[in-house]
């Protein structure tokens, strides 16, 4: 997990719980409790929380301001994931047939992915994910179908996924914050995991689209196991054990070459 990304793993639980203790955060992000109060120091000075004897606890602000994803956060993002992102996305839009009905996850994955299809040929995009579905009114020609529900303002994700109990999904792209031989596929968002049990029924065939990065990591919590996802989309620099595990379970690996 990237510092980054460490980061707002901690806005998140911050903002759920309203305080969090050292030794709990060290545990869940699997990082030392000296690097936990560095973050915290970090999160202090932007004033999202305010450090106590073995933790912090959260400032409540005024309706409408940004706590969990303050301007020095975006763009860091920017500069950082989002150029890890866009070097794997090109290969996962050629996935994509003239036609097809696809999901994006909403995340720097999904926000990359629909960049590549400007050009791409007439299909339908499914999201949850209020940026994505702007750039694809905006930008393309392809149809476009959002699911709705509450939108949480960090995010710009929709909570609320029933609605693709009457969809038929060709492909459903999505992406992971840690890839572990013995975890599996983990994620930071609890509603992440929801979202992709839903996917799993609904979708013909589901592509995690994660850089060599994210693996052997995790986050918080479990999404699937490694043998769920049948094709994944990376780069060349996947750790060699998990190209071995994926073809050794007949799962389809897509890499791209780039840098």
């Given at each position: 997990?990237?510092?980054?990304?460490?980061?707002?793993?901690?806005?998140?639980?911050?903002?759920?719980?309203?305080?969090?203790?050292?030794?709990?955060?060290?545990?869940?992000?699997?990082?030392?409790?000296?690097?936990?109060?560095?973050?915290?120091?970090?999160?202090?000075?932007?004033?999202?929380?305010?450090?106590?004897?073995?933790?912090?606890?959260?400032?409540?602000?005024?309706?409408?301001?940004?706590?969990v994803n303050p301007p020095q956060y975006q763009n860091d993002v920017?500069?950082?994931?989002?150029?890890?992102?866009?070097?794997?996305?090109?290969?996962?839009?050629?996935?994509?047939?003239?036609?097809?009905?696809?999901?994006?996850?909403?995340?720097?994955?999904?926000?990359?992915?629909?960049?590549?299809?400007?050009?791409s040929k007439e299909m339908i995009v499914v999201t949850n994910n209020?940026?994505?579905?702007?750039?694809?009114?905006?930008?393309?020609?392809?149809?476009?179908?959002?699911?709705?529900?509450?939108?949480?303002?960090?995010?710009?994700?929709?909570?609320?996924?029933?609605?693709?109990?009457?969809?038929?999904?060709?492909?459903?792209?999505?992406?992971?914050?840690?890839?572990?031989?013995?975890?599996?596929?983990?994620?930071?968002?609890?509603?992440?995991?929801?979202?992709?049990?839903?996917?799993?029924?609904?979708?013909?065939?589901?592509?995690?689209?994660?850089?060599?990065?994210?693996?052997?990591?995790?986050?918080?919590?479990?999404?699937?196991?490694?043998?769920?996802?049948?094709t994944i989309v990376s780069d060349k620099e996947m750790p060699d054990?998990?190209?071995?595990?994926?073809?050794?379970?007949?799962?389809?690996?897509?890499?791209?070459?780039?840098?």
């Amino acid at each position: 997990m990237f510092g980054i990304e460490r980061l707002q793993a901690i806005r998140v639980l911050v903002k759920e719980k309203k305080s969090v203790e050292v030794t709990y955060l060290s545990k869940e992000l699997n990082v030392s409790e000296v690097t936990i109060r560095r973050d915290l120091d970090k999160l202090e000075k932007e004033g999202l929380v305010e450090k106590t004897y073995g933790g912090a606890i959260l400032i409540e602000k005024d309706h409408g301001s940004s706590i969990v994803n303050p301007p020095q956060y975006q763009n860091d993002v920017e500069s950082e994931v989002n150029q890890i992102f866009s070097k794997i996305t090109g290969v996962a839009a050629k996935l994509i047939e003239q036609g097809d009905t696809v999901f994006v996850g909403g995340s720097t994955m999904g926000i990359e992915l629909v960049k590549c299809l400007v050009e791409s040929k007439e299909m339908i995009v499914v999201t949850n994910n209020i940026e994505i579905g702007m750039f694809i009114y905006k930008e393309t020609n392809h149809k476009l179908v959002m699911i709705g529900g509450e939108i949480d303002m960090g995010s710009g994700n929709a909570s609320e996924f029933d609605q693709l109990d009457e969809l038929l999904i060709e492909k459903a792209f999505i992406t992971a914050d840690g890839v572990d031989l013995q975890y599996g596929y983990t994620v930071n968002e609890k509603n992440e995991v929801r979202l992709y049990k839903k996917l799993e029924k609904v979708s013909r065939d589901v592509i995690l689209v994660v850089p060599s990065e994210r693996y052997d990591k995790r986050g918080l919590t479990k999404m699937a196991p490694l043998s769920s996802i049948m094709t994944i989309v990376s780069d060349k620099e996947m750790p060699d054990e998990f190209k071995a595990y994926y073809f050794e379970n007949n799962i389809k690996v897509h890499t791209s070459m780039l840098n």
